[in-house]
């Protein structure tokens, strides 16, 4: 069967139907008790001297922080100077964004690569209601919801036209994040039936996941892949990095991108050297090992993905921001917030389509540095690929990956590095988080 080459041409994908969208997005999902060992503990951490690093700019140090979950008008659709809305379209309809909520959410939107097609609709954006969730899709947060990204989005960069790399979840999103590519993969692997706690090579047999190939054609496969990635292109110029996730016995593993690396994955050496528990991330900063480049993705429970508490979300998030303030570090870095898939929710601007996977829906991104400017909404069209090029521009890596990181320009907007490096601006955490934020959810998702 000839696949579908381009989103744009995806008309076809469309007459599945919702009831079928709805089923495809909400498979059972893993039991929350059962554990895996982890098959290799990771290394002790060693120093590493990024300031001897020659950069093309005063940047030493790149956090790409990833979070779970939400759009541009979800939560940022009243931030002033941002391209926002109030009111979304509702199949042709206007319909007005209703209050959300900051704590815990009732169960998971639907957000699968077909349910994504539903919702843009050919450009439309107007139908992301969909199933018994999907009045939540259409729900906005407000300042007071989430005060810390507020306040530093208004102190730093906020990009009002970033987009996720893909149209869908969180698979190949953060594929996207680590390779500028997802390997083929429009949608998750499959957990029908069985448990699993991965989106890699040490996946169940029985789990796979559809790709794409470069003519078209479309086929099941393990989700285990070998093409180049950033690490790839640090470990060149000799550049230490870290990817820091959940490990293999934690809610929220699935997001440790490099599992889906066969020479990652399945070797000892390499998985002990730049796989770290993200548990261990704020002692690293504290104790001086962090590295130059760090990917930094949560557990499930602090994550914002619905239906956990995106008020303990963010007080974790504030957690590794203040860490890095009140550090060393923070003289020379950048650190690149942002929010892997559009996760069900409204946003109004249609994602331009650079190829048969994407872009996604908006997503926010705000950039926080010394270097930052300050206050500014910057209209950069950017996507997850746009942090790789601005990596590989700054550390002059002198190659690129794929055609997206080629493309992307290096989110410059956001920062004047002519400026005086301005002051930390380290933040409380939140008290009006209600309740634990590991207890187990109603609903799980994935």
């Known amino acids: 069967m000839r696949a579908r080459r381009a989103v744009g ?3 076809g994908a469309l007459a599945i139907g919702l009831a079928f969208v709805v089923l495809a997005c909400s498979a059972p999902d893993v039991s929350n008790k059962r554990e895996f060992p982890p098959t290799v503990p990771p290394a002790p951490p060693a120093p590493f001297d990024a300031s001897t690093i020659d950069t093309r700019w005063p940047i030493k140090h790149v956090v790409f922080l990833i979070k779970e979950n939400r759009t541009y008008d979800h939560l940022f659709g009243t931030f002033p100077g941002g391209n926002g809305t109030t009111v979304g379209m509702d199949r042709g309809q206007p319909r007005p964004l209703q209050p959300g909520t900051d704590q815990r959410v ?6 699968c690569y077909n349910c994504a097609l539903v919702a843009w609709n050919g450009g439309q954006n107007d139908q992301f209601d969909q199933g018994p969730m999907g009045d939540w899709a259409y729900t906005q947060l407000t300042e007071e919801q989430l005060p810390n990204y507020w306040h530093w989005a208004r102190e730093n960069a906020l990009f009002d036209n970033f987009f996720a790399s893909a149209i869908g979840p969180s698979f190949p999103n953060h594929l996207f994040t680590i390779a500028a590519q997802s390997g083929g993969a429009h949608d998750n692997p499959r957990r029908d039936g069985f448990f699993s706690n991965t989106f890699g090579c040490d996946a169940p047999s029985q789990q796979l996941v559809e ?11 393990p989700p285990c892949f070998d093409f180049l990635t950033e690490g790839d292109l640090l470990n060149r110029a000799g550049i230490l990095w870290a990817h820091y996730s959940a490990s293999e016995t934690q809610r929220g593993y699935i997001w440790s991108a490099f599992s889906a690396l066969r020479r990652y994955r399945e070797d000892p050496t390499a998985w002990a050297r730049y796989m770290r528990p993200v548990d261990r991330v704020i002692q690293d900063i504290h104790d001086g090992y962090l590295p130059a480049v760090s990917w930094i ?11 956990y508490s995106f008020c303990a979300g963010e007080n974790w998030s504030t957690e590794v921001i203040d860490a890095i303030m009140k550090s060393p570090y923070w003289k020379d870095t950048a650190i690149f917030l942002t929010w892997d898939d559009y996760g069900g929710f409204y946003d109004h601007v249609p994602p331009p389509q650079v190829d048969g996977f994407g872009f996604g829906f908006r997503v926010p991104l705000i950039v926080i540095s010394p270097y930052a400017r300050q206050g500014v909404v910057t209209h950069e069209l950017g996507e997850f690929s746009s942090v790789l090029r601005f990596m590989e521009d700054n550390y002059r890596l002198d190659r690129y990956l794929t055609d997206r990181d080629r493309n992307a320009t290096p989110l410059l907007s956001a920062f004047d590095f002519t400026q005086e490096p301005r002051k930390p601006d380290p933040l409380p955490l939140r008290t009006d988080c209600e309740g634990d934020p590991f207890s187990p959810p109603a609903q799980p998702g994935g």
């Open 9 to 11: 041409n995806l008309g």
């Open 106 to 111: 009732p169960g998971d939107i639907p957000h």
């Open 211 to 221: 790709i794409v190939d470069s003519e078209g054609q479309t086929s099941m496969v």
């Open 297 to 307: 993705t949560p557990r499930f429970e602090l994550s914002e993905h619905p239906e």
